[in-house]
């Protein structure tokens, strides 16, 4: 089996991969290890920056997150018992975010390119990659108990954290750069009406929690915990309790409650991840397989298809001309964006969670300067600007 791109994962990266050089003309293959079903209803992501949404639209892909997308023009920041208003809108001249599943991105792009006689092919897992210094790079995959080879001209690692891809670049090429930390999220999505329009952020004593939404009808939410509890150990009843008390406002505002859904419910672990260079001869890694940023500023998915933009145009350089110029600095364009992501994940992480009860310095601190964000126009704007999304052509 033969062409022009390998993509290894069907995750936002490498289908919007696939989309994007279709619309260059260039051909590629899609291998997944899970099935269609899986990756349609995973749970993950919400929030599309402007700039995601932006090349959704540009792309033909965005009709459905036109429709069913909820733009918001603000998020809350909940502490000290009150609810401060972010207007991203107004401080940034006019941009936004769009609430809008990563799983119906996947499931649009999914469709998009089987429409357009894309090849994706579901339930095949790529077991090692070779020959990636040469011009003829090689997957080899299982397919229904089957080995199999695809050669093409690139591979994308689009694969994940836990993929193939970065673990078969030879030691010493990369630097790797990781933050674990104390405490990881449980996620739940609730059959209820969201609580609030918008997104609330919320710093507690008994650590972090975040309402936010898949749709009018779904309410989805998150809080802090030990990164070793087990889900078992959470029952409906002391994630809701848990809810309510770290939600909770002077004024009284009321939490909606609703039956769980068990495909939502999760314990994520909270880390920070990067490794350079994302290139290494003819694999390129792109999203989470090269960077994972902890969720509090809901950038990874976001960083995957802005990765993937970059790459597209290369490759669009590199089989219209020959030259590899864009290719080259593929690395060190993204990596622009990635390390102003990682920080901002970083900064609002710190700024949220309860990291150590005996430690009521780091606290006050902590209350400091939420309390600063809250009320400076410079603070909030710098929150804002980087919660939308810094523009495409910002670092050219
Ligand atoms: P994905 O989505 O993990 O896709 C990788 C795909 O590769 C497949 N795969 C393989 N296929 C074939 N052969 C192999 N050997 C393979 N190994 C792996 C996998 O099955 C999978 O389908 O990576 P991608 O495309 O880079 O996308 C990254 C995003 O999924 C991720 O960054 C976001 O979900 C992170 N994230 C958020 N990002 C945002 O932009 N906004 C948010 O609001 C946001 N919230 C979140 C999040 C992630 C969370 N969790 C669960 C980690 C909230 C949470 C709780
Ligand atoms: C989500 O809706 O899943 C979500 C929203 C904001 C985040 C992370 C996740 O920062």
């Given at each position: 089996?033969?062409?022009?791109?390998?993509?290894?994962?069907?995750?936002?990266?490498?289908?919007?991969?696939?989309?994007?050089?279709?619309?260059?003309?260039?051909?590629?293959?899609?291998?997944?290890?899970?099935?269609?079903?899986?990756?349609?209803?995973?749970?993950?992501?919400?929030?599309?920056?402007?700039?995601?949404?932006?090349?959704?639209?540009?792309?033909?892909?965005?009709?459905?997150?036109?429709?069913?997308?909820?733009?918001?023009?603000?998020?809350?920041?909940?502490?000290?018992?009150?609810?401060?208003?972010?207007?991203?809108?107004?401080?940034?001249?006019?941009?936004?975010?769009?609430?809008?599943?990563?799983?119906?991105?996947?499931?649009?792009?999914?469709?998009?390119?089987?429409?357009?006689?894309?090849?994706?092919?579901?339930?095949?897992?790529?077991?090692?990659?070779?020959?990636?210094?040469?011009?003829?790079?090689?997957?080899?995959?299982?397919?229904?108990?089957?080995?199999?080879?695809?050669?093409?001209?690139?591979?994308?690692?689009?694969?994940?954290?836990?993929?193939?891809?970065?673990?078969?670049?030879?030691?010493?090429?990369?630097?790797?750069?990781?933050?674990?930390?104390?405490?990881?999220?449980?996620?739940?999505?609730?059959?209820?009406?969201?609580?609030?329009?918008?997104?609330?952020?919320?710093?507690?004593?008994?650590?972090?929690?975040?309402?936010?939404?898949?749709?009018?009808?779904?309410?989805?939410?998150?809080?802090?915990?030990?990164?070793?509890d087990d889900i078992q150990d959470w029952s409906?009843?002391?994630?809701?309790?848990?809810?309510?008390?770290?939600?909770?406002?002077?004024?009284?505002?009321?939490?909606?409650?609703?039956?769980?859904?068990?495909?939502?419910r999760?314990i994520?672990?909270?880390?920070?991840?990067?490794?350079?260079?994302?290139?290494?001869?003819?694999?390129?890694?792109?999203?989470?397989?090269?960077?994972?940023?902890?969720?509090?500023?809901?950038?990874?998915?976001?960083?995957?298809?802005?990765?993937?933009?970059?790459?597209?145009?290369?490759?669009?350089?590199?089989?219209?001309?020959?030259?590899?110029?864009?290719?080259?600095?593929?690395?060190?364009?993204?990596?622009?964006?990635?390390?102003?992501?990682?920080?901002?994940?970083?900064?609002?992480?710190?700024?949220?969670?309860?990291?150590?009860?005996?430690?009521?310095?780091?606290?006050?601190?902590?209350?400091?300067?939420?309390?600063?964000?809250?009320?400076?126009?410079?603070?909030?704007?710098?929150?804002?600007?980087?919660?939308?999304?810094?523009?495409?052509?910002?670092?050219?």
């Amino acid at each position: 089996m033969h062409t022009q791109v390998g993509i290894i994962g069907a995750g936002p990266a490498g289908l919007m991969l696939s989309h994007l050089l279709h619309l260059e003309g260039i051909k590629s293959i899609v291998l997944e290890d899970r099935s269609r079903g899986y990756v349609e209803n995973r749970i993950r992501a919400g929030v599309l920056e402007q700039n995601t949404v932006d090349m959704l639209t540009d792309s033909g892909v965005g009709e459905r997150m036109k429709r069913e997308g909820m733009v918001h023009h603000g998020v809350e920041l909940r502490f000290g018992g009150q609810g401060h208003r972010i207007d991203m809108y107004e401080l940034t001249g006019g941009r936004a975010i769009t609430v809008y599943g990563q799983h119906e991105v996947v499931k649009d792009l999914i469709r998009t390119r089987l429409d357009a006689d894309g090849q994706i092919l579901f339930e095949a897992e790529a077991v090692s990659v070779h020959d990636l210094d040469t011009s003829t790079p090689k997957i080899h995959f299982q397919k229904d108990d089957e080995d199999q080879e695809l050669t093409c001209d690139v591979i994308a690692g689009c694969d994940g954290f836990h993929g193939v891809c970065r673990p078969s670049i030879p030691e010493g090429v990369l630097t790797v750069y990781e933050r674990k930390y104390p405490f990881a999220w449980l996620g739940i999505l609730a059959e209820t009406p969201p609580s609030s329009e918008e997104l609330i952020y919320t710093y507690h004593e008994r650590g972090f929690a975040l309402h936010s939404m898949r749709s009018p009808e779904l309410t989805r939410l998150y809080i802090q915990c030990d990164p070793d509890d087990d889900i078992q150990d959470w029952s409906d009843e002391r994630i809701w309790e848990e809810l309510h008390t770290r939600l909770a406002t002077e004024e009284g505002w009321a939490l909606t409650e609703g039956p769980i859904l068990e495909e939502g419910r999760s314990i994520t672990p909270m880390r920070s991840f990067l490794v350079e260079p994302m290139q290494y001869g003819r694999l390129f890694l792109a999203g989470d397989a090269a960077h994972v940023v902890t969720p509090t500023g809901a950038k990874g998915m976001n960083l995957a298809v802005a990765d993937v933009r970059v790459l597209a145009q290369a490759l669009a350089e590199f089989y219209e001309s020959g030259r590899t110029s864009l290719l080259d600095r593929y690395s060190e364009t993204c990596l622009h964006r990635v390390w102003r992501a990682q920080h901002f994940s970083w900064w609002m992480t710190s700024m949220l969670h309860r990291f150590d009860d005996e430690d009521v310095f780091r606290h006050r601190l902590q209350l400091a300067e939420l309390d600063y964000v809250a009320s400076s126009q410079t603070a909030a704007a710098t929150l804002a600007e980087n919660y939308v999304g810094l523009p495409m052509d910002y670092w050219d």
